[in-house]
Structure formats: C-alpha cells, structure tokens
C-alpha cells in the first residue's frame, strides 16, 4: 500500500485542519495499481515556511493557497520550478477566476481548487491528482527499465560484434608470423575459418538491420494480398542448395494458396529463418517438412525438422536476442541468435506468436501463428526494447 | 618438461588461436570448449596454469570455474580473459586483495588478448 504525502499551505489554521480531517482515512483505489493509496497531510502557514520543509524532505502532492501573508503562492510555483522539485501542484484560489487558474497552470500548478469547496470537492481533485502522479511515476520507471535493456542489448551485441573480429584478428597475427609452423595446410584453414567468421558477423550486421526496422516501426511496409505457399516455395528454393549438400530433402505441405494480408518482406523473413535452421541444424540425410494451413482468421506455419533438437531449458530461451544454444552439435554452427527472436516479434505483429517443441537428437518442431486479417502494426509488437 | 595450460573459451577459433600461441612458447595445452569439458580435465590432469574465458554457455560461467579451481587447488594460478567488462560497466580487475576475495583470478586480461601480454602475464604466474 503506497501512502502519498500531502503538504497543504495555508494561512487560516482551519483550512488546514479541515483538509487533514478530510484526507484523514480517505483511500483511493487506482485500477493499475494493485491496492490503495493512503495519504498523510503536513501543514504549513507561509509560502516560507513550505519552501523550508520542501527542501528538507519533498512531499508528493502540493495543496498550495494562492494568497498567502509573505510570499505568493505563485511565487512558490516559480521556487519549485527551479528548483526542479518533484511534487504535484494543486492551487487553492479564492477568487475563481479563470485568470488565476491559467497563471498557475502556466507555472507549473496541475489543477486548481475553488474556495470554498466541500471535503468531496477536495477528494475528487485529490484522486485525480493522485491518479496522475502515480501514472507518472509508472512510465517514468518505465522509460528507465527501457533505457536498461537498451544498454543491456548494446553491451551483448558488442561483444557478439567483438567475438568474430578477435577470431579474425588473431588468425591474421598467426598468418603475419607464421606462428604455426611450416605445412601450408594449416594456414588455409585458418583463412577459411576467418572467411567464415567474417561472413557470420555480416548476417548479423543484417538481422540487427532487420531487427532495428521492425522495432522502430521506421520499416516501410506495404500489406497486399499474398500466398504464403509461394513465399514458402521461394525460400525453400533459397535454401535447396545447402540442403542438398548435405542429402537432406525439404517437403511443402500446403493444399491451398494460403492467403493472407501480410509484408511480403516480413513473412519472407519468418520463413527464411525457419527453413534456414531446419536445414542448419539437421543431421545429414534429414529432411525439413514446412506445412501451412488457414483456419478461419489463423494462418499456421509449422517447419519440422530431424536435427539435433534441444532440451526443454533450451527451448524456454530460444526466443530471446542473442540467444544461441552452445554445445559440441552447434560449435561449428553459424548465427546471429537474432533470427528466432525477429520472428517471434513478426508474428507478434501479425497478432500471433512462435513457439518450439523439441526432443535431442530426435528434431525440433517449430510453429508461427498469424491472424490473416491482422492490423500488423509496427508499434503493436509485445517486446518493450527499442534499439 | 612442458608445464601445463588448461585454456578454457566456448568460442572455437579464439581456442584453437591460443594453442597455437603457447605450444609455440613451449607450454603443454589441455584445450577445453565448456566448463564443463574443463571440470572433466580437471579431474583426470592438474593443470600448472588455466586461462578461462568469462563468458561461457551462462554469462559468468568463467567465474565460477575459477571458483571450482582454486577450490581443487589453490595454488594454481588462473587467469581470467573477458571482453564484457568495460562495455557493461561491470569493471573489475584482479589487482587487489579485496578484488580477489570475490573474483577467484589472480589476473584479469581483456579481450582480444595480445599474445606477448598473455605470455608475459603467464611467465610472470609461474615464475619461470
């Protein structure tokens, strides 16, 4: 239970002994909030006299008389201005005249009250003001949480950035001075492992690119009518070269075109990550099975594959930025470990979601829903990071 | 005879870089992927020296390797090499006492490695 404190500033003892009656056990009950907020009221006579004890401790909410002995009550809105005090400002004005009130607001006041006004008046401004503070509080914690995750995706992304460029750098040095003897054959394959390396931190040069345009909602889209059964046989037809490399065939099921309103881009991007696991993660000789199926307003798309699978801890985290299963199957495995999270925030998008069901050694079955009539706002997306 | 480096890095080729660089100063390798496959080494063979990267299969996995090691034996130097600390503003080095009273490292080196520095941090460990 939160308890907001009030300081009410006034120069008539009975009106600040009439508002701490009236907000003595005055509760109020916010619907994003779980449980009440309470208050407790301290006093002031003087604008001084409030400034003073401001400074030594802040309260939450300002019940500020505009016609104070010393000092003004719109002086004290221009103090705390400066001073940059966190504290919600509610004028108590005599004469209500609408001038008053447009000068305080200007100032700084959030909302003002007439005298004399009944302890329901002052509830009522107080709830609204307490509302607001409290939504204030919730985005401002917000916009820091995100501010966290964004620092936390910039520190994790520079050293999957570093890892590659170290790789490199060394095989170079080991190149420069021959560090590794006089057989030739070992100096190939180390300028085939930093070609590769090279070409792992381009993908994920892209998938960040791609993945930055989806959560910027800067990506432009253009939603038209399309078949996921011909942006699925396209991507398959990609794939088909590594597949057949290593004996493993790749099946389309789908009896029908499959339309839906969708990016073309977009729904290019879920099924060319998808296949591309199925196929990456495979054993040889295994095959990919892609099945799409519309029921009502779901389209469905399920890519199962015979590879290597995964525990169920690992499937928990598959999801998220940067995640790559590390083990001795995937050690010599390239990828960004953005592919998966970019396509559960697509399908997110779409109003529907990605999900994995996995055994080791058997294979891995994953599943993208996506509502076929969906709004697909860019700015929808669940994830609250914004890199 | 050759002293031994247990060289612990879940990343493949910075692995195979480094038994490269200290076979050719004269060191015995035991190469391990994972903490994991470290901890299988480490008790069949007692390494002279280990090298663990911070950032394993969990993100302070080198951590806590460096724990289990000088559990098994303190007397064996560890260095600790990871490219996370500066980035995520969690600095932290090996210099003092307190320091080491929490990161089990005697020294901590900062990816990429230059090989002379990890030589002569090395050198200067097992006092050869």
């Avoid at chain 1, 006089?182 to 993908?203: C, H, S, T, W």
């Amino acid at each position: 239970m939160d308890t907001l404190r009030i300081l009410v500033v006034d120069d008539e003892p009975g009106m600040r002994r009439g508002v701490a009656r009236a907000l003595q056990d005055f509760r109020v009950r916010l619907p994003d909030l779980n449980g009440e907020v309470l208050f407790a009221v301290d006093q002031a006579e003087s604008g001084e006299e409030a400034l003073e004890r401001i400074a030594a401790s802040c309260p939450d909410i300002l019940l500020l008389d505009h016609k104070l002995p010393g000092m003004s009550g719109l002086d004290v809105l221009d103090r705390i201005a400066e001073q940059q005090r966190d504290v919600l400002t509610v004028m108590i004005t005599a004469y209500a005249s609408l001038e008053t009130a447009v000068s305080a607001t200007k100032r700084g006041a959030y909302d003002f009250l007439a005298k004399p006004f009944t302890p329901e008046e002052l509830k009522t401004t107080i709830r609204k003001a307490a509302g607001h503070l409290i939504v204030q509080r919730q985005a401002r914690q917000l916009a820091r949480e995100k501010r966290q995750l964004r620092f936390e995706f910039i520190s994790v992304l520079a050293h999957e950035l570093k890892a590659p460029l170290g790789a490199i750098e060394g095989y170079l040095n080991l190149l420069k001075n021959r560090s590794a003897g006089d057989d030739p054959a070992v100096y190939d394959r180390m300028i085939e492992r930093a070609l590769i390396r090279a070409e792992g931190m381009r993908k994920m040069i892209m998938d960040l690119l791609d993945l930055t345009r989806i959560e910027s909602g800067k990506k432009k889209r253009e939603l038209t009518e399309l078949s996921v059964r011909e942006v699925a046989q396209n991507s398959i037809e990609t794939f088909r070269p590594d597949a057949m490399k290593r004996n493993i065939t790749i099946n389309l099921r789908a009896d029908d075109p499959v339309m839906m309103t969708a990016d073309r881009g977009e729904i290019e991007i879920i099924l060319n990550n998808l296949i591309s696991n199925a196929v990456k993660y495979n054993r040889d000789g295994g095959s990919v099975d892609v099945a799409l199926t519309r029921n009502d307003e779901t389209v469905t798309i399920t890519v199962t594959d015979t590879g290597i699978g995964m525990t169920r801890e690992e499937a928990a985290r598959l999801f998220g930025d940067f995640v790559r299963i590390k083990n001795a199957k995937t050690r010599n495995i390239l990828g960004s470990g953005l592919g998966l999270s970019i396509v559960r925030k697509l399908a997110n998008m779409y109003g529907g979601d990605a999900s994995v069901t996995s055994e080791p050694d058997k294979g891995s079955t994953f599943t993208v829903t996506l509502r076929a009539h969906s709004q697909a706002q860019a700015d929808s997306h669940a994830s609250p990071r914004d890199p | 005879m050759a002293k031994k480096i247990l060289a612990v890095d879940d990343d493949p080729d910075y692995l195979a870089q480094l038994r490269i660089e200290l076979e050719a100063a004269g060191y015995q390798v035991l190469a391990a992927e994972s903490s994991a496959a470290a901890e299988e080494i480490l008790r069949q063979q007692k390494p002279d020296l280990a090298i663990c990267d911070l950032m394993m299969e969990h993100t302070d996995g080198g951590f806590t390797l460096c724990h289990h090691i000088k559990k098994l034996d303190p007397k064996i130097p560890v260095l600790l090499v990871t490219a996370v600390a500066s980035e995520t503003g969690m600095d932290f080095d090996a210099a003092t006492s307190e320091e080491r009273s929490w990161v089990k490292a005697d020294a901590v080196l900062a990816k990429p490695v230059r090989f002379e520095q990890l030589r002569r941090e090395i050198g200067r460990l097992l006092k050869d």
